[in-house]
């Protein structure tokens, strides 16, 4: 099935967004306002809840306080007394700072943007946010699963990727991950996955990690998880940023349209910089040297205006009653459809522009739930979906402190709401009238029902028909497949891509302590792959499966993450310098910056050089992980604190003596093993890579004159990485 419109429809820019009025009903004139909006909706910008706006300390309730340094006490040194409301006040609210998190996706970044609609999906769903010229508020929220708010944002893990439209038909939640299909195929296995992968319970570790029994004992005899664990322990596991990072819905989606036609989908987001990943050194660092890397990477993007970017597009299938698609059944969440077979057919663009005010009030607070949807798009009896309905909206009751979550701000629709319900924890609404039930006479029988006819839409879910049957606890055969989609996955994988799936099998199961655990998810792999299961088998000192006939399947080049070219803005370029030759580093600055690329100045000290242009790291506070590529503008002889007791870098093995700053050679070396660009200049800058013992000539390395570096960098850039560095590339 095609949905109108061609790519050249496509082109919606950030300069057409159409002026976003608030709709509040008018019960709700003074509750808690929505969330600012796009700063192109002519100036206009809504009520907003209560801030900080006094210029004098009050008590919460707006009270004058003129002295928050001693409690109230009876005399110098007697007892504190309990009329001391302020006291009380700031300790009490001071003890509930913080909130339940959440148990899975609880570290995450988060931001606001916009979705502008291509305006072709009308045969496909009458939803009011796809229809031609229109824009809708969202906002983003990308997690980590395993780990907690405290762990490090580069963990081996699954990506949440969640976005909440703020559409005139109410609230849309498109609760997805950065990973086609999931470990389970039905939502009472949720609390043992979790509970599997959580860390251990007697030591409460390891933290952010799946390398452990737990989780390998449950994968291993939870054969369903087979699928997803391929793709974690591929480079999808551990993205390069989240601008660069892919969405799936997971599930399979109704869409409806007008005339009540139905089409069974599957959501796709598409980052327009492709999807890019680290190498696993580059993760385990970043780990240790800033903890903070994507959620730094997305804010510092935006603020610079280097606005990220996706695609929102869908898979389509016939709605024929069977749920299947050429064998693959689209009820089953470990199961994914190749791109090759259902073309993904975009129908708008997401652009994040706006960073959050307050990390707790926004991305902490922002509720999502699969079950919030607008009419037009319904949900179908995937068991894993149809659990994560009561479990989202359970989750937000205890985290949330009660049922009124939707009014804190960050969760407020822009549609009216008359929902009739009252009271609660955290009521904010100021209802009208005095017959909050159906049906009422006192009211004048407000509100009404919305009807069919007239214009009025049909209602939110679809009218499926359901198979008499009996009551039962099983699943369909088709859900018993539990290898086929690994292998496709992984034999589509290019050779420097399954090297590391087998070296992450390798570490993750090397961590594990019992012989048997290892040694049943070997014999897993070779379910998949003979040749995967018998490399790790050797790097573990376990006896190889024997061999097994399997089959071929059609391999989807779509799920390779080398072999193409993408745009490199907001891409970060090391320039790094000594302050004796900031000329050329100036001048380079500019032109990397022209091209749309992030360049940061690094040198041996910090300050300032010509034309008050700041220095952006330092030798001491520079790692490799945090670039790109690196540009070389030599000599960069040692400073007077390249020495490890000031800073431990200066000890790294690879120096070289009096020619190199020995943790500009660090720098250097790092950059070069994990195959990233170096561009050098003709001269001193080139001496560099053999004075720190590599070679001057090797894919990926450019030296060039100033005008040529940032063409260089951006032709190097386009594909990420010098990938034919990597030993199995040759």
Known sequence: MGIAGTAGDREPMASSVESIQPVFPRSQ???????????TDQGQQPESAPGQDSDILTTSQGAPVSDTDHSLKTGERGPTLLQDHHLREKIMHFDHERIPERVVHARGAGAHG??????????????????PGRTTRVFVRFSTVVGSRGSMDTARDTRGFATKFYTDEGIFDLVGNNMPVFFIQDGIKFPDLVHAAKPHPDREIPQAQSAHDTFWDFVSLHTPAQAHVMWQMSDRAIPRSYRMMEGFGVHTFRMVNALGKSSLVKFHWKPKLG????????????????????RRDLAEAIDAGALPEWELGVQIFEDDGTSSFEGIDLLDPTKFVPEELAPVQPLGKMVL????????AQTEQVAFHPGHLVPGIDITDDPLLQARLFSY??????????????QIPVNQPQAPVNDMFRDGLHQHRVPEGIAPYKPNSLDGGCPYMAQLGSGQLPPLEFPQPIDAGRKERSEPASFSDHYSQARLFYLSLSGVERAHVQQSYTFELGKCTDVQVRQRQVDCLANIDTGLAAGVARALGLPAPAAQELGEPERSPALSQIGKSWPVDGRKIGVVFDRNNHDDALAIRSALSERGMAPLLVSARGGEIAGGVAIDRTYLTARSIEFDALVLVGPLPPAPDAEAPLDAKAGDAGSAGDLVDPRAGLLINEAYRHCKAI???PGESSGLLRAVGLPDEAPGVSVVEVSAVADSAARLLSTHRAWERFPAAR
């Not at 004139?29 to 700063?39: C, D, G, I, K």
């Not at 909206?393 to 939707?406: E, H, I, K, V, Y």
Request: proline share 7%; hydrophobic share 35%.
């Open 29 to 39: 004139e003074n509750a808690m306002a929505n969330e600012p909006m796009h700063p």
């Open 114 to 131: 916009f979705f502008t609609s291509y305006g072709n999906a009308e045969e496909l769903t009458r939803a009011n946010f796809l229809k």
């Open 275 to 294: 999807v890019h990943s680290l190498v696993w050194e580059e993760s385990q660092l970043a780990g240790g040297a800033d903890p903070d890397f994507h």
């Open 353 to 360: 522009d706006r960073n959050p005010e307050n990390y707790f």
């Open 393 to 406: 909206q359970d989750t937000q009751l205890t985290r949330l402190g009660g049922p009124n979550f939707a």
């Open 679 to 681: 561009i050098c200049l």
